[in-house]
């Protein structure tokens, strides 16, 4: 652990930079605290295994990849995009993690805490280009979403990609207004909630499968919720239901995965 964090210290120090400037990389805040409390509550199981050969070459080998990936991270530096270079060193400062289990406590110790280690890798910032995938994606949906409960009302619309035509006002599903972190942070709820609550593992892919569609539903409603307020008091664009009522959104989010569980 204490070499990890010497070899990868600037990834760290740049991704926990991303996590604390910008939206799209909060939820990265959440993912280590979760994941110890997960292996915390589970730690037990690592007494009733014993390292065993298979799980020190094992180890050995992640180990390796996870140094050969912050060595080509290194090595690319100027010739590659650095948020791209960036997502690789992270990923191989999580299989070093994954590697160190298995080295010490065996293959079985590392299958008894499968979700919290895997889970580990939501720490590896999304590269721009795939960022910029998913924002687009949340902001067709989320317009869609909201089109589709200003019809079931009767309020007059039309949509034309991302812009909502509305009687007296064009609406544009900003990139500002995709909510990619209250979705990011409701896809890792769902995640956490199903591995503690569910045990097959059809019901726990369904539900996080579910989380998707919630994601940019609730968004739709949180456009559709204050565009029809602002139609009668304009005042709303500005205020705190527009502005940081994102939490109010996913609280009805959860609540819905809560019902599902």
């Not at 890798?121 to 589709?148: C, D, G, H, K, N």
């Not at 503690?196 to 059809?202: D, H, K, P, Y």
């Not at 705190?240 to 609540?255: C, D, N, P, T």
Request: with cysteine; aromatic share 12%.
């Amino acid at each position: 652990m204490a070499t990890s964090l010497a070899l990868w210290w600037r990834p760290i120090v740049t991704t926990l930079r991303l996590a604390l400037e910008h939206e799209e990389h909060t939820h990265i805040l959440l993912i280590v605290p979760l994941s110890c409390a997960l292996i915390y509550e589970q730690r037990k199981a690592i007494y009733d295994y014993a390292p065993g050969t298979r799980g020190v070459s094992v180890g050995l080998a992640l180990l390796a990849i996870g140094l050969l990936a912050a060595t080509f991270a290194y090595g690319e530096a100027g010739s590659v995009p650095d948020d791209n270079l960036l997502a690789v060193s992270m990923g191989g400062l999580v299989v070093w993690w994954i590697g160190a289990v298995v080295f010490c406590f065996g293959l079985a110790a590392f299958h008894s805490f499968l979700f919290p280690l895997c889970f580990l890798f939501w720490i590896v910032p999304l590269p721009e280009f795939l960022l910029i995938r998913i924002v687009e994606f949340l902001q067709q949906e989320s317009a869609w979403t909201a089109r589709m409960l200003f019809r079931a009302v009767g309020t007059p619309v039309t949509q034309d990609g991302i812009m909502l035509s509305l009687p007296g006002m064009d609406i544009e599903v900003a990139r500002s207004c995709s909510s990619i972190r209250s979705s990011l942070v409701l896809v890792i709820t769902t995640m956490v909630l199903g591995h503690l609550l569910l045990r097959s593992w059809w019901r726990k892919a369904l539900l996080i499968a579910l989380a998707i569609p919630l994601s940019f539903a609730k968004n739709g409603l949180r456009i559709f919720v204050v565009c029809e307020l602002a139609m009668r008091n304009p005042a709303y664009f500005e205020g705190w239901l527009h502005r940081q009522g994102g939490v109010v959104f996913l609280s009805i989010a959860l609540v819905v995965v809560v019902g599902l569980l």
